[in-house]
């Protein structure tokens, strides 16, 4: 310490003489040294019997200064003890334990080996002698606990071998015993109290000989050995284990908490209707659960007595268990009632009004009505187009543009000219399929605002009236004193025989909260055949049951949150059991209504659920119940699915019907098999007035993909009749869909989606002429042929007025499908003027339109070597020089202009139009 003698020298130095070595200092090794020499102290006091002094002399040295600082576990070197005061400071306590066991003070000497076991928990000694303080105790768990330690730090270590199957077979651990008896016997097979232990547990315990084995079959043991020890000598070792048996029931005797008693609860003031009762009973859940848990359900409420309520709001905050995600929800929905919803109620009622644009009447229009174009703002392509929807009218037969004697079918097209006539035409074509929606969407869901629904309470004029006061006042009589869980039982059960009236949101939410609170302390047990569930109760089941799916169906699904029923065997929030109870009690009883919104509630927890197999049995249990086949319900707190009757369910049953179907037809689609998947597509496509539209119901492949998979199936069986069917179906359908989107600017990409399917349709139509004959349109009813006349017409006019920038439908196959099918509708038709069909002057009136926009070679010039087809059966038919001849050839002509160029364009007559197309080589071939 050389460096310490040296000081700075400044004026404020001493020159007294005085040095810093005068001044006696503790170093921490002096302190140490100390400590060291003082336990070595201690234990001479020990060794000399001396326990008293050697007791006061740990004691002070483990409250020293040195050691009360030392904190840390004893550290190892090499598998060597680190020599440390922390060390020291576990042999202090070590040896202090010894002192306490000599002098046979247990509790003293227990805890301070536990001390011990805090700085090294890896001494055998310290475990051993933990484990035998604690037997000597009765603590049985802690020295079983402490003597299986020792035994994995050193598993030949016989003492605790030998403590630890008298501490098992104490505690009750025959089967732990056996083993470690087995693992004794291998050592020492003349282990007498081994012997004596396992002959007395197979003699009381004999079905362990049969399963001892299947808990350690590596670890054999024979269970009919004999034990051929004295008796004297067996019934020392049980009457050992017998005292410390009874030592161990002493101690939890000691140790047993001696219940207090409970304190009466009394309620804040007197509900005067369930409402407020609902909130009291959470309340007071809230405040026990606080204040005493153990005891919170066996405390007694009060509710004839109040307390002081001057400070206690007639309106309390409703507090509910954690983890109940729903009920929070419903927590926020009744603290945001009358303020922001109403607003937004208004809101979505009164609507934004939007100033409509007005489209301007197309070639379809005037189809349809008969209406000229404005000429106003036109450009030249498209000035003389307006022609376009009368022409094709007059070229058609009268027999494909309205059924006969139907003097009422032309006043359908005849609208106001005030108003926008294509938005006129999609009313009408889609007004039956919106009252059709319409009316099954009233039938699904039960929308109505807060106000309309306050409204109906106070027509109903039960609740805030003087009845539901007196109902209140008789239920407060009827359970007073009772325990809290007995009140969530009687409040769900009294609230559950008002279902049939409306209930506020608040009051469905505290109802819904209490009766988790029952359901959560009241387990439905696996009870034998002879627990029956009461009707009462039942209809609380049915209640929360409906109300807790309605609410997950609303919000909760979006949010993640499980269904109610659960995924796993028993159920989740709603157990399964409960659903075997209603439908034991369902056919025991006759009340209809009972009955309806059991199966009802069965079936779409199963269908919400994803088991559609059980959903369908369910709903097949209704509709095969002869009590309830013209029951009808309504359910006016649920949000959706209120309405309960027989078509209803036989809508859900068509619509989960359908979805198997579709993912059975995915298989047979996979395995090629074409005529039992057209079998069951012809089925799911038909029209179905009872389906139910849900998302639930979404089908594993969209309806698009449906038709394409049926087309392709008949088309493989060569089944052209029913290609032409499903494929005028199809057309009128896509051109539908195709008209929705015409005039949105964000659906380009799906206005070329049903461009394409239009397309693609009305080439499989004509493959199909194509493969069998004309004939083949004797398969379409007249209604059928006037509808694809008029789709086909439609398309025609849609791809014609379409803008060079848009996308339009492309193809000619529209024009020759209409020349298709009025050519054989003109062999029906007698005319005695000599005319050119109507047939061919529809491919004329193509090549004309087509023409003005260059089309009229697309697709290979289909339409100009249709018409070449047509007139070379025609050029015989009428005289040279003839009216009709001068058109054929003036037709003719215009053909091969397009096709050819020929003639060459300074020598092309005047009725010769440019039509500005590529004309092909002109080659012998051709």
């Not at 070197?77 to 306490?100: D, Q, T």
């Not at 703002?377 to 022409?391: H, M, W, Y």
């Not at 399929?433 to 109906?456: A, G, L, P, T, V």
């Not at 008789?474 to 009140?487: A, E, P, V």
């Amino acid at each position: 310490m050389l460096l310490a003698r040296f000081r700075p020298l400044n004026s404020d130095s001493e020159d007294d003489g005085k040095c810093e070595d005068d001044i006696p200092t503790n170093t921490k090794e002096a302190l140490e040294e100390k400590a060291r020499s003082q336990y070595m102290k201690a234990l001479n006091m020990v060794r000399d019997g001396k326990l008293n002094d050697a007791e006061t002399e740990l004691i002070q040295l483990i409250q020293s200064e040195v050691l009360t600082k030392t904190t840390g576990k004893v550290t190892f070197i090499a598998g060597r003890i680190k020599p440390s005061l922390e060390h020291l400071k576990y042999c202090c306590y070590l040896n202090l334990g010894h002192v306490y066991f000599q002098k046979e003070d247990l509790e003293r000497a227990f805890h301070t080996y536990r001390e011990a076991l805090n700085l090294d928990d890896t001494d055998l000694n310290l475990l051993y002698k933990i484990g035998l303080v604690a037997i000597k105790m009765g603590h049985i768990d802690v020295a079983i606990e402490a003597l299986e330690a020792a035994l994995e730090r050193s598993p030949n270590h016989w003492p605790s071998l030998d403590n630890l199957i008298v501490a098992l077979y104490a505690g009750g651990g025959h089967v732990n015993c056996l083993y470690y008896i087995s693992t004794a016997l291998e050592r020492d097979p003349g282990y007498g109290r081994g012997l004596a232990f396992r002959e007395r547990i197979f003699k009381n315990h004999p079905t362990l000989k049969e399963h001892y084995n299947m808990f350690y079959p590596e670890n054999k043991l024979d269970p009919e050995a004999k034990c051929n020890l004295p008796e004297e000598l067996k019934d020392k070792y049980y009457s050992d284990v017998e005292n410390l048996i009874k030592k161990r029931r002493e101690q939890a005797e000691k140790t047993k908490k001696i219940p207090k008693p409970t304190p009466e609860y009394r309620i804040p003031f007197q509900p005067k209707s369930w409402q407020q009762l609902g909130v009291i009973i959470l309340n007071a859940k809230k405040q026990f659960s606080a204040e005493l848990l153990e005891q919170d359900f066996f405390r007694p409420i009060n509710l004839l007595f109040e307390e002081d309520s001057s400070s206690c709001p007639l309106e309390m905050e409703v507090e509910v268990e954690e983890g109940e995600g729903d009920e929070d929800d419903d927590v926020d929905k009744i603290n945001n009632e009358g303020s922001g919803n109403e607003n937004e109620d208004v809101t979505e009622n009164l609507g934004v009004r939007v100033k409509r644009r007005r489209s301007s009447p197309t070639y379809l229009d005037q189809w349809m009505s008969g209406k000229r174009r404005s000429a106003r703002v036109r450009s030249t392509i498209r000035r003389e187009e307006p022609s376009l929807a009368r022409t094709l009218t007059d070229l058609t037969p009268l027999s494909l543009l309205q059924p006969k004697n139907d003097s009422k079918k032309e006043e359908t097209f005849r609208f106001d000219d005030s108003m926008d006539t294509m938005d006129l035409y999609r009313l009408f074509e889609n007004k039956e399929d919106d009252s059709s929606d319409s009316c099954n969407n009233k039938q699904i869901y039960y929308n109505i605002s807060i106000e309309e629904r306050e409204n109906i309470i106070k027509q109903e004029e039960y609740f805030g009236s003087n009845q539901e006061s007196r109902d209140v006042s008789d239920f407060l009589h009827k359970h007073n004193k009772k325990h809290i869980k007995d009140l969530f039982e009687a409040y769900s059960i009294a609230l559950a025989s008002k279902w049939n009236l409306h209930w506020s949101s608040n009051l469905i939410s505290h109802y819904m909260s209490i009766f988790r609170l029952y359901m959560s302390h009241n387990l439905r047990r696996c009870a034998g055949h002879d627990y029956e569930i009461s009707f009462e109760l039942a209809k609380a089941v049915v209640l929360f049951s409906e109300l807790a799916l309605s609410q997950w169906v609303e919000s909760g699904r979006s949010k993640g949150k499980p269904n109610p029923i659960g995924e796993g065997l028993f159920g989740g929030e709603i157990p399964l059991l409960y659903l075997g109870d209603l439908r034991l009690l369902s056919s025991k009883i006759e009340d209809k209504e009972f009955i309806s919104r059991c199966w009802w509630v069965e079936s779409l927890l199963y269908l919400y659920r994803g088991d559609i197999i059980g959903a369908l049995h369910s709903f097949g249990t209704y509709l095969a119940d002869e009590r309830i086949e013209s029951t009808e319900v309504k359910l006016y707190n649920m949000s959706i699915h209120y309405l309960i009757n027989k078509n209803m369910v036989e809508g859900m049953v068509s619509s989960l019907t359908r979805k198997e179907m579709l993912l059975e037809v995915l298989n047979l689609y996979k395995e090629d098999n074409y005529e039992q998947m057209a079998e069951l597509l012809c089925q799911v496509l038909k029209p179905d007035e009872h389906k139910v539209k849900l998302d639930i119901f979404q089908a594993p492949i969209d309806r698009h993909t449906q038709f394409n998979m049926l087309l392709e199936a008949y088309w493989n069986l060569k089944n052209y009749e029913e290609c032409l069917k499903w494929g005028e179906i199809y057309l009128t359908e896509a051109l539908n869909h195709y008209r929705g989107v015409l005039n949105l600017e964000e659906c380009v990409t799906e206005r070329s989606k049903w461009c394409d399917i239009i397309s693609n349709t009305l080439h499989l139509m004509l493959c199909s002429i194509d493969e069998f004959g004309l004939s083949l349109m004797k398969v379409l009813e007249q209604s059928k042929k006037i509808r694809l006349v008029q789709s086909l017409m439609q398309t025609i006019c849609h791809q014609v007025e379409a803008l060079d920038t848009d996308v339009c439908i492309e193809t000619t196959a529209t024009w020759i499908l209409l020349y298709l099918v009025i050519k054989y509708e003109e062999k029906n038709i007698n005319s005695g003027e000599e005319v050119l069909p109507r047939s061919l002057q529809i491919l004329f009136t193509a090549h004309e339109y087509l023409g003005r926009r260059a089309w009229c070679c697309m697709d290979d010039a289909a339409i100009l070597y249709q018409t070449l087809k047509e007139l070379k059966s025609l050029m015989d038919v009428y005289p040279s020089g003839s009216d009709m001849m001068l058109v054929l050839v003036q037709q003719l002509e215009q053909i091969f202009y397009c096709l050819y160029g020929h003639p060459i364009k300074r020598n092309k007559p005047r009725y010769i139009q440019e039509h500005n197309v590529r004309a092909k080589p002109s080659t012998l071939c051709s």
